[in-house]
């Protein structure tokens, strides 16, 4: 007759199941941790920037010109890496490209330019200057492509990649009154 042995209160069959469960739990727990490990050094090395635009205004209160109004794109790096801005430009939903000359303003950054982490930089297109091309350039677009809803700003860095951004209501609004006048 065998004589079973019991460990607090448990029998050879039940010491035998619950040492089934952990060693699944420990399994489970490594795959998780591999998974993790992958994902997070997968995600760090990703370029990252925000982008937001938004209209500005310059100059002091005595002089400053309110028909004359700047499309304001403001780039941030977000990675840990140093990213090189190299140029900026609208992305219509054809895949075709308005390119404004934003360097005509006192207030931009000149491109190509690098931005560390946590840096910003920032770019001004004038609406007074550039409202003849952008006038002219509605009136070759096809109706489709007038949606500016769908219309985006783009980044592209040193790498080849591009980053977009939606287009602000205020913006938006201010193309929709050059789309409208005569």
């Not at 490594?30 to 635009?53: E, G, P, Q």
């Not at 028909?67 to 992305?91: A, K, P, W």
């Amino acid at each position: 007759m065998a004589i079973e042995t019991t460990y607090f209160g448990l029998n050879n069959s039940d010491l035998a199941f619950w040492s089934m469960i952990g060693t699944w739990l420990a399994s489970i727990a490594t795959v998780a941790a591999v998974i993790l490990s992958l994902y997070i050094s997968i995600n760090t090395n990703k370029l990252k920037l925000k982008i937001l635009n938004n209209i500005t205004h310059f100059g002091d209160i005595s002089s400053i010109n309110f028909d004359d109004v700047y499309f304001g794109i403001e780039v941030i790096n977000v990675c840990d890496r140093t990213i090189t801005v190299e140029s900026i430009y609208l992305l219509l939903p054809n895949k075709s490209s308005l390119v404004f000359p934003y360097y005509d303003s006192p207030y931009s950054t000149r491109l190509p330019k690098k931005i560390e982490h946590s840096e910003k930089t920032q770019f001004y297109i004038s609406y007074l200057k550039n409202e003849k091309g952008i006038k002219d350039y509605l009136l070759i677009l096809k109706d489709g492509d007038l949606d500016f809803k769908k219309w985006r700003f783009a980044v592209r860095i040193s790498t080849g990649q591009v980053f977009t951004s939606k287009i602000n209501p205020r913006i938006i609004s201010k193309l929709e009154e050059l789309k409208e006048a005569p």
